[in-house]
């Protein structure tokens, strides 16, 4: 398997293979290199001995320019998402400051740290629904026992300088962080937690009074809210909830207020939280529940669940970790590279607990509902605002059956992430583009490994034509006759591994004809090379769509016929060592160097 | 970088963890790596070793799976001599609802139930399938040599 890998890896990134291979690919790329006889002999100089040297200077400036092209084009890439992630963070510190949901947030809050890909505002939107538990803060310890005024230290610590409340107070609320809340004595409890309601809205009713005249305008538009304040009319609360009506979107409104029959919200929520079996932190009892196992789950963890990305199907082990090569499907032809493109799939994300597919989960929400809330769920939390105070143990009600996928209720991870069939396609087609590549690979691999110990020219069926065709001009190899190719005396004879081949006329006549059929061109022995080169480049055409394939192909090929000018080259040397150099080599040489340069005009011609 | 808080909580839960057989101590300063000691199963070759292994949790763990490798060098169709585990749940049957824990245990419970038809030490596997009795012998003679034993752990502690 190690092979397949290797030679996976190296067509798996396009842009590697042709920078990494510099010296040959950079060298080789002769359609940036200007046509004049001294310019290409200086080229072909750089092939033939510049092995492993730095490719002639043009090409390299050139190639170098490339390179910056794409550099430029990602490092203004990396600006416009280093801009959007800014403009991400922006709008999550003002969703925090502003919004709520049942004393959720709409944001994330930094259980995972990685990107974000799911959708922001189905999410939101999702949340606001109430059909997905908003992103309450998670607390990492929680004890039964906590009092209301503990609890909700234990939230404003783990919020620390994200506490809307304290931001709304600018800061004037220091004392609020010394709580601990495990060292509650009722003294303690009276002086470190200023948040219980009472002092604290006393204290600061004059510093919020903007923000609660604010809140009022909401509220006179909101019976909810009129009805909640009334209640409360004899404690006179700040609704901390500030959100400027106007920047609510169509459909939604806000009732203001952190408090529930009272009570502040957290102290509320909070007072029989639950662990989330995933990230271990604590939230209130009203988490999302997995559809297919009644499994608590928080959203924090909800979304970063989703489909895995595209790969070939139901694999056992993956290949990078086997060492096992029996295990690796079938030396990877030809074909079998071509079919993967449409083999790759994505499978719907399964359960983590139950390994159900098509992960999905249903939320019940509290009772009460606070901040943001769709228009037309806002008659109805009245009745609730006020509801018995044994409503927040209610919810664990254990569903006994379990929900299909597509039940209304039911969120899934597809849901959030609607763009993952567009994933799945662009992987295909970034598959298929490759396999194009890998096709020409192996092609020419297979051409050079057949021939290489009969044959001097690595010619790669692709472009084989075109390199008969222009030989008969190439004044190094002196052939003139189009049936007859390869009868030129100055194609090396003697380039192979091990052994002179006595006929290289023929085989070279051979390869050029199994590099077209490879291509499935049947082409008749009688058919004029100019036709052949047609039909060959009508083929090229209509494989390779578009020009950076064929650059790579191209940097490949040269590579490999690089590669061969080194074997000959070494075999040439053997041969003058043994005192048998003729003039014919030395022009053989030239010749073939020649031919791989304007092949490659050729091509890039085409493209 | 803060650390997730679920490695916090796994790590303490470990620390209590005391009579499975199952070990595993944060290594230096690195808070996501881990020094793993498994004890050799009763009843199969392993018994009476005890192996230590290699944990690491990558960044997106526990969406990813931690990366474990054997250290100590081991007889068995499903471990190769780099050490490296053939287990379904540290590759695509990864949950984010398993642990640490849960993960040393499934590694523990493959040294007792090896699985020649699924290998990644082919040698191993195909010994394994011709003669099993010699290939236990093999991995018992390998246990002997290259585990530490039962009770030198017991002195340790």
């Given amino acids: 398997m190690g092979n397949s890998v290797g030679r996976e890896r190296s067509y798996s990134n396009p842009g590697n293979g042709v920078g990494g291979s510099g010296g040959s690919a950079g060298a080789g790329r002769p359609f940036v290199v200007p046509a004049s006889g001294s310019s290409r002999h200086r080229h072909h100089h750089g092939i033939v001995i510049g092995d492993g040297e730095r490719p002639s200077g043009n090409a390299f400036t050139r190639h170098e320019q490339r390179y910056r092209d794409r550099e430029a084009r990602e490092a203004a890439k990396a600006e416009k998402e280093r801009l959007a992630a800014i403009e991400r963070e922006k709008e999550r510190e003002r969703s925090m400051r502003e919004e709520n949901v049942d004393g959720g947030f709409l944001v994330t809050q930094g259980v995972y740290t990685g990107a974000e890909d799911f959708k922001h505002k189905i999410v939101r939107q999702l949340m606001i629904e109430r059909r997905l538990a908003p992103f309450f803060k998670g607390l990492s310890d929680h004890e039964d026992d906590w009092t209301d005024e503990e609890l909700i230290a234990a939230v404003k610590a783990e919020l620390g300088e994200n506490d809307p409340e304290e931001n709304e107070k600018k800061g004037k609320g220091k004392e609020s962080t010394a709580t601990s809340p495990s060292s509650s004595t009722p003294n303690i409890d009276h002086l470190t937690v200023p948040i219980a309601s009472r002092s604290r809205s006393h204290s600061y009713t004059s510093d919020t009074s903007s923000t609660s005249a604010n809140s009022h305008r909401a509220s006179s538009n909101n019976p909810a809210a009129r009805l909640r304040s009334k209640t409360l009319s004899n404690s006179p609360k700040v609704s901390s909830i500030a959100i400027p009506t106007q920047q609510l979107a169509p459909g939604e409104a806000v009732i203001p207020g952190r408090q529930v029959d009272g009570r502040h919200v957290w102290a509320v929520l909070y007072k029989d939280a639950l662990e989330c079996p995933i990230c271990f932190l604590y939230y209130p009892p009203y988490l999302n529940k997995t559809r297919c196992c009644d499994q608590e789950i928080c959203s924090e963890c909800f979304v970063q669940i989703k489909r895995a990305d595209p790969h070939l199907p139901d694999h056992h082990q993956e290949p990078s970790t086997s060492s096992n090569p029996a295990s690796a499907p079938a030396a990877q032809s030809t074909t079998g590279t071509t079919g993967n493109a449409e083999l790759l799939t994505s499978e719907p994300a399964s359960c983590p607990f139950c390994k159900e597919t098509d992960f999905g989960v249903t939320y019940t929400p509290p009772p009460f509902r606070l901040g943001l809330v769709l228009q037309s769920q806002q008659n109805s939390p009245p009745a609730t605002t006020s509801s018995s105070p044994a409503s927040p143990s209610t919810p664990n009600v254990r569903r006994h059956h379990h929900l299909p996928h597509n039940a209304p209720q039911v969120v899934t991870t597809d849901q959030i992430r609607p763009d993952w069939s567009q994933k799945l396609a662009h992987a295909r087609a970034q598959a298929a583009r490759r396999a194009a590549a890998a096709t020409a690979l192996h092609t020419a691999a297979f051409l050079m490994n057949s021939t290489a110990s009969s044959s001097s020219n690595p010619l790669t069926g692709l472009t084989s034509s075109s390199r008969r065709m222009l030989r008969r001009v190439d004044p190094a190899t002196g052939a003139s006759s189009p049936s007859a190719p390869n009868s030129g005396s100055g194609t090396p004879q003697n380039g192979g591994r091990s052994s002179p081949n006595p006929r290289p006329g023929q085989s070279q006549e051979l390869l050029s004809t199994a590099g077209l059929q490879l291509l499935g061109i049947n082409q008749p022995r009688s058919s004029s090379a100019g036709s052949g080169s047609n039909q060959a480049q009508q083929v090229v055409r209509a494989r390779m769509e578009d020009l950076e394939e064929m650059m790579i192909m191209e940097a490949i090929r040269l590579s490999l016929a690089e590669e061969e000018e080194r074997k000959k080259r070494e075999a040439k040397e053997q041969q003058k060592k043994d005192g048998s150099g003729s003039s014919g080599d030395g022009a053989g040489g030239e010749g073939s160097a020649a031919n791989a340069t304007s092949s490659g005009e050729t091509v890039g011609s085409s493209g | ?157």
């Fill in chain 2, 1 to 157: 970088m803060s650390l997730p808080k679920r490695i916090l909580k796994e790590t303490e839960r470990l620390r209590n963890e005391k009579d499975t057989g199952i070990k595993a101590t944060i290594h230096g300063d690195n808070l996501r790596y881990f020094d793993v000691e498994i004890n050799g199963p009763e009843g199969s070759p392993y018994e009476g070793g005890v192996f230590e292994l290699e944990l690491f949790l990558p960044e997106d763990y526990p969406m990813s799976p931690p990366k474990v490798r054997f250290l100590t060098k081991i007889y068995h169709p499903n471990i190769d001599r780099l050490g490296r585990i053939c287990l379904d749940i540290l590759k695509n049957n990864w949950s984010p609802a398993l642990q640490i824990r849960t993960v040393l245990l499934s590694i523990q419970a493959l040294l007792g139930a090896p699985n020649p038809d699924d290998p990644l030490a082919n040698d191993v596997a195909q010994k394994w399938k011709e003669d099993e009795n010699a290939a236990k012998a093999t991995a018992r003679q390998w246990t002997k040599e290259y585990a530490k034993k039962v009770s030198d752990q017991k002195e340790e502690a």
